[in-house]
């Protein structure tokens, strides 16, 4: 035991003598005016818009760090530092293929640096160039759709003017969109159906820029909202009973609580406390398929043929004074979708009694769909974002209208909440406002 004790008494004073040391090397002395030496250059690696510099470091006790410093095409210099411990540096804001130089610097803990390390490198294309490579523009419903592809995933801006004509007065937009997410869609919407320019250009946060996309007379795609009732206020949609099946999906529940499934289709936004204008699925979700939970099918008979193009949900609002968001893009309500329509050309190998009528068809998956939850807005802002309701495209990557239907079918999957790190992974996603559908109508017979 005596022989443990002194190898523990040994093991301790090694361990807070090379504390002392190490708290010496950090020790700020404002004494301390020795310049450090050079970092000596091993090699260089060429980076998206950068380069990687592998060097060696300088024998200094008071080395802190390893500086880059570069002057971008903005004018504005960035620096990028690595610590002592490493050996290695990565350097960006370079936006073109072209030889760039910058400097290099060994640092101390007093703030004092070596002379300056020329280092010479021409990098590989900058992400914007990637970026504006790939940006598609689809004429939408109502809008423009312009669509990127960030492979690099560095953070770019993307600058969007718009040109047009409305009621004969000339207008200019401009929009910027930033982001470093592998792949982005964006909505420009408020156009006319009127011939629309567009240019677009990439910029990195160097200030480095592309040139631009040039786009002409683009046109959006016309649709209408589809009617729910006739002139008289007669009732055009019919919704099947609950358990009421087509291609052996039933109908959902969805009058719990205060809920009740015709609310979805009287054209009434749920808006505030006491109105109680939802539907609600009381976690009764059935699918025909034990294993799908609480997914639940609303489906929809549109009373004619429509060819459709998009659809606008509203959810469960139930506002308070105390708190004007309460349940909009959370609670129960629905954020993961599909869209489903019923393909009669395929009769399948069942008739089912729909209110005397026989229908025959199988349901074809058209789509599916997130809700992105609004960030950074203040309680208030949520009802007016909730007014508008979220807008889905029956084919968001293709905008184009459906075959002529008349049945059609939502399935609700999950709700907004995320749950075990999984987003949008809650299950008691039971509510649902309104649902609108646009499109044009369709004749069967051709």
């Not at 999957?413 to 649902?435: K, M, Q, R, W």
Request: with cysteine.
């Amino acid at each position: 035991m005596k022989i443990f004790r002194y190898l523990m008494i040994i093991v301790f004073a090694m361990a807070a003598f090379e504390a002392c040391k190490e708290e010496g090397r950090f020790g700020i002395s404002s004494k301390d005016t020795t310049i450090p030496e050079e970092p000596v250059v091993l090699r260089t690696k060429p980076l998206y818009g950068g380069a990687r510099v592998f060097y060696k470091l300088p024998k200094d006790e008071q080395l802190l760090q390893v500086i880059a410093e570069i002057k971008a095409n903005n004018g504005k210099t960035f620096q990028f530092s690595a610590s002592y411990f490493k050996d290695s540096l990565d350097v960006y804001g370079m936006g073109d293929t072209v030889e760039y130089t910058f400097n290099l610097y060994a640092e101390t803990r007093a703030g004092n640096r070596s002379n300056a390390v020329p280092v010479t490198v021409k990098p590989l294309t900058s992400g914007i160039w990637h970026v504006k490579k790939s940006i598609v523009v689809r004429p939408g419903f109502g809008a423009l759709c312009v669509d990127w592809k960030n492979d690099i995933e560095q953070t770019v801006n993307v600058f969007v003017d718009v040109d047009f004509n409305s009621g004969g007065i000339h207008k200019q937009v401009g929009l910027v969109y930033s982001s470093n997410s592998d792949s982005v869609r964006e909505f420009v919407r408020d156009l006319p159906n009127e011939p629309i320019n567009m240019k677009i250009r990439v910029e990195d946060i160097y200030g480095n820029t592309t040139d631009h996309l040039n786009l002409q007379n683009l046109m959006l795609l016309e649709d209408i909202k589809l009617p729910k009732k006739t002139a008289a206020g007669d009732m055009i949609w019919k919704l099947p009973k609950t358990n009421d099946s087509i291609d052996w999906i039933p109908m959902c529940f969805g009058d719990s609580h205060n809920g009740r499934i015709d609310r979805v289709i009287d054209d009434v936004i749920d808006r505030k406390d006491g109105m109680s204008n939802y539907m609600h699925a009381g976690a009764r979700g059935r699918t025909g398929n034990s294993k799908d939970g609480n997914v639940w099918n609303l489906i929809i008979d549109l009373g004619e043929y429509y060819e459709l193009s998009r659809i606008i949900t509203h959810q469960r609002h139930d506002m308070t004074d105390s708190d004007p968001r309460r349940n909009l893009y959370r609670a129960e309500n629905v954020g993961h979708f599909s869209l489903w329509i019923l393909d009669e050309d395929q009769p399948g190998n069942r008739e089912w009694d729909i209110y005397g009528e026989k229908v025959k068809g199988i349901w074809v998956r058209l789509s599916e769909h997130y809700i992105p939850i609004p960030q950074g807005l203040a309680g208030p802002e949520y009802p007016k974002v909730g007014l508008n309701g979220d807008e889905s495209y029956m084919y968001p990557d293709e905008p184009k209208f459906t075959k002529p239907v008349r049945w059609f079918r939502y399935e609700a999957l999950s709700g907004f909440v995320t749950t075990n790190g999984i987003p949008y992974g809650n299950a008691d996603h039971n509510c649902l406002s309104e649902v609108t559908l646009y499109g044009r109508k369709a004749d069967k017979n051709k």
